[in-house]
T-cell receptor
Framework: DTAVSQTPKYLVTQMGNDKSIKCEQN?????MYWYKQDSKKFLKIMFS???????INETVPNRFSPKSPDKAHLNLHINSLELGDSAVYFC??????????????FGNGTRLTVT | QKEVEQDPGPLSVPEGAIVSLNCTYS??????FMWYRQYSRKGPELLMY????GNKEDGRFTAQVDKSSKYISLFIRDSQPSDSATYLC????????????FGEGTQLTVNP
């Protein structure tokens, strides 16, 4: 009974392609996030949605477009994939925009490899 | 210069050893300090959380925050092979809400 689930788990694709990653949480949380973890394990926030509204949009190429159809789902679409997009993408959720007393619950990641 | 610096290791210790993991940071506005544990091929999970300076203990784990030195630590007592993972420090400002800044993680192996 996975709390935050992402699909696919692995994604191998060629440069220039467009791909999507899906995320769903069954925790009843209002806030969802996309984080990117590079090869050095460095985790960096990309986007955050609170109840379907975008609240954090870091400096990310506009080839990346998040979409939240409802508060339990947050998808990430990537256009014109580049080699540098290869990384592990983590979805996370928290009950409210994190106030310091509410942990992030992470999914197990989507390993994207662009060749 | 990164806002949060963490030695990536790898760190290898024998079972039963005391492990010390550390992070330094440059942003004096950070108020919330966390340690996440990440097993291989899994997402990070929250291990310890501290607000402002001080110590916090939870079983074999102790988190310390020294804001004057901009330095945080995680101590693991009686380390076990099951503690083998990557440990990431994370921190946040009072008003930044959801925006956590992570260190790059320290890879720890506890050998039986």
């Amino acid at each position: 009974d996975t709390a935050v689930s992402q699909t696919p788990k692995y994604l191998v694709t060629q440069m220039g392609n467009d791909k999507s990653i899906k995320c769903e949480q069954n925790l009843g949380h209002d806030t969802m996030y996309w984080y990117k973890q590079d090869s050095k394990k460095f985790l960096k926030i990309m986007f955050s949605y609170n109840n379907k509204e975008l609240i954090i949009n870091e400096t990310v190429p506009n080839r990346f477009s998040p979409k939240s159809p409802d508060k339990a789902h947050l998808n990430l679409h990537i256009n014109s994939l580049e080699l540098g997009d290869s990384a592990v993408y983590f979805c996370a959720s928290s009950p409210i925009p994190w106030t310091g007393n509410s942990p992030l619950h992470f999914g197990n990641g989507t390993r994207l490899t662009v060749t | 210069q990164k806002e949060v610096e963490q030695d990536p290791g790898p760190l290898s210790v024998p079972e039963g050893a005391i492990v010390s993991l550390n992070c330094t940071y440059s942003n004096s506005a950070f108020q919330y300090f966390m340690w996440y544990r990440q097993y291989s091929r899994k997402g990070p999970e929250l291990l310890m959380y501290t607000y402002s300076s001080g110590n916090k203990e939870d079983g074999r784990f102790t988190a310390q925050v020294d804001k004057s030195s901009k330095y945080i630590s995680l101590f693991i007592r009686d380390s076990q092979p099951s503690d083998s993972a990557t440990y990431l420090c994370a921190m946040s400002e009072e008003t930044s809400g959801s925006r956590l800044t992570f260190g790059e993680g320290t890879q720890l192996t506890v050998n039986p």
